[in-house]
């Protein structure tokens, strides 16, 4: 497949980023991202033109003006143009991109399905698609049409074979009352205080999107610390966003105007406290503790008996580590299995020791020792 590129050259000077954490470059998305460090993104989230094809104004059916996208730079000579456009700021993107990292791409149905099938041809590999869907989308005045109610993200790794990119499962399940997040996201448009204006009352931009959209893009699929980049900044809702939630950004505007608005912005957020955005740390990825370390630091005395929720089942802490319960004798796991006849047992979360105030379980002593090593 012979396709075109546009940007610098493999001579050209590479910028490094690193000495200023919240960015905005001002010009051409191809040129400038050309001129990072190749594999130095974590994440890569892009909100491209849309290329609407509006033909004239657009009104309301008592004639008034809808303030809807006709600027330039949504407007393409054709699909060819926009395609090679697409392909253009996608290899830049994903040139830039860690062999870990992930791009979200969002659209409407006149181009998100474009860009997909491009993605696909430049070899990302698709993980997900989102649909974001509206409280409060704008009507289909004409009444000729469904009421587009909802936007398309497409979520993507560098490549089939990519390893270790980053996903929050457990966070964003965790915040979901234990419940898997799922990919249908219901978010209002970005209205109110949120919406930016200029000196004349009128939105900066036609598109801005929603805050709420990008914590969740930027919570599920990056770590603080990470570098964020945004090919079309616009008013710079990304790099709000990962300002706040700790992460490092670089967006990229050719218009002037947003650009400034954009810098505003973003120099007016202060960032969550460190201890608020601490990564999730999942089970897996837990500093290991022994059963025997409680008795070794003396929270649970050897001849200490544990016992089951409701108190029916008890079990002899032995000095070696052991527990025994009757004549049977083995780990916290082991012997919980043997006390409710099952295959197998987390012994962690089914096991009690007794306390002043009450059954504590001994998995709330794990998570002491495990808070210490972290400090």
């Given at each position: 497949?012979?396709v075109s590129r546009r940007?610098?050259?493999?001579?050209?000077?590479?910028?490094?980023?690193?000495?200023?954490?919240?960015?905005?470059?001002?010009?051409?998305?191809?040129?400038?991202?050309?001129?990072?460090?190749?594999?130095?993104?974590?994440?890569?989230?892009?909100?491209?033109?849309?290329?609407?094809?509006?033909?004239?104004?657009?009104?309301?059916?008592?004639?008034?003006?809808?303030?809807?996208?006709?600027?330039?730079?949504?407007?393409?000579?054709?699909?060819?143009?926009?395609?090679?456009?697409?392909?253009?700021?996608?290899?830049?993107?994903?040139?830039?991109?860690?062999?870990?990292?992930?791009?979200?791409?969002?659209?409407?149905?006149?181009?998100?399905?474009?860009?997909?099938?491009?993605?696909?041809?430049?070899?990302?590999?698709?993980?997900?698609?989102?649909?974001?869907?509206?409280?409060?989308?704008?009507?289909?005045?004409?009444?000729?049409?469904?009421?587009?109610?909802?936007?398309?993200?497409?979520?993507?790794?560098?490549?089939?074979?990519?390893?270790?990119?980053?996903?929050?499962?457990?966070?964003?399940?965790?915040?979901?009352?234990?419940?898997?997040?799922?990919?249908?996201?219901?978010?209002?448009?970005?209205?109110?205080?949120?919406?930016?204006?200029?000196?004349?009352?009128?939105?900066?931009?036609?598109?801005?999107?929603?805050?709420?959209?990008?914590?969740?893009?930027?919570?599920?699929?990056?770590?603080?610390?990470?570098?964020?980049?945004?090919?079309?900044?616009?008013?710079?809702?990304?790099?709000?966003?990962?300002?706040?939630?700790?992460?490092?950004?670089?967006?990229?505007?050719?218009?002037?105007?947003?650009?400034?608005?954009?810098?505003?912005?973003?120099?007016?957020?202060?960032?969550?406290?460190?201890?608020?955005?601490?990564?999730?740390?999942?089970?897996?990825?837990?500093?290991?503790?022994?059963?025997?370390?409680?008795?070794e630091r003396g929270m649970?005395?050897?001849?200490?008996?544990?016992?089951?929720?409701?108190?029916?089942?008890?079990?002899?802490?032995?000095?070696?580590?052991?527990?025994?319960?009757?004549?049977?004798?083995?780990?916290?796991?082991?012997?919980?299995?043997?006390?409710?006849?099952?295959?197998?047992?987390?012994?962690?979360?089914?096991?009690?020791?007794?306390?002043?105030?009450?059954?504590?379980?001994?998995?709330?002593?794990?998570?002491?020792?495990?808070?210490?090593?972290?400090?």
């Amino acid at each position: 497949m012979v396709v075109s590129r546009r940007g610098a050259s493999a001579k050209a000077p590479r910028t490094n980023f690193e000495s200023a954490s919240h960015s905005i470059i001002v010009g051409d998305c191809v040129a400038e991202m050309s001129k990072l460090q190749p594999g130095s993104v974590d994440l890569v989230f892009a909100d491209p033109p849309y290329n609407l094809q509006l033909k004239g104004d657009l009104k309301r059916p008592d004639e008034s003006h809808v303030d809807a996208v006709n600027d330039d730079w949504d407007k393409f000579d054709s699909f060819s143009a926009y395609d090679d456009f697409t392909r253009a700021w996608l290899l830049a993107a994903r040139r830039a991109m860690k062999p870990s990292a992930t791009i979200w791409v969002i659209g409407s149905y006149h181009n998100i399905f474009r860009v997909g099938a491009i993605m696909q041809d430049l070899g990302f590999w698709l993980l997900n698609d989102i649909v974001w869907r509206k409280t409060n989308p704008m009507p289909n005045f004409r009444g000729r049409r469904f009421t587009n109610a909802h936007e398309t993200m497409i979520w993507a790794a560098r490549d089939e074979k990519a390893k270790g990119y980053t996903f929050n499962y457990e966070a964003l399940k965790a915040a979901n009352e234990d419940v898997q997040a799922r990919s249908d996201w219901l978010i209002p448009l970005c209205t109110g205080e949120e919406r930016l204006k200029g000196a004349d009352g009128k939105k900066v931009h036609p598109t801005q999107k929603p805050e709420g959209l990008l914590a969740r893009v930027l919570l599920s699929s990056s770590k603080p610390g990470d570098l964020v980049i945004d090919p079309f900044n616009g008013t710079g809702t990304t790099g709000a966003v990962a300002k706040r939630l700790g992460r490092s950004y670089i967006g990229f505007e050719r218009d002037k105007t947003y650009a400034k608005a954009a810098e505003a912005r973003i120099a007016a957020v202060e960032p969550l406290p460190e201890e608020s955005l601490a990564p999730f740390m999942t089970a897996r990825e837990a500093p290991r503790v022994a059963f025997s370390e409680l008795i070794e630091r003396g929270m649970i005395m050897p001849g200490t008996k544990l016992f089951d929720a409701k108190k029916k089942l008890g079990a002899l802490v032995r000095a070696d580590g052991a527990i025994m319960l009757g004549d049977r004798v083995g780990s916290i796991h082991r012997i919980g299995a043997v006390a409710q006849g099952a295959q197998a047992c987390n012994g962690w979360t089914f096991w009690h020791v007794e306390t002043k105030t009450g059954l504590k379980l001994i998995d709330e002593l794990r998570a002491e020792i495990r808070a210490g090593m972290a400090e």
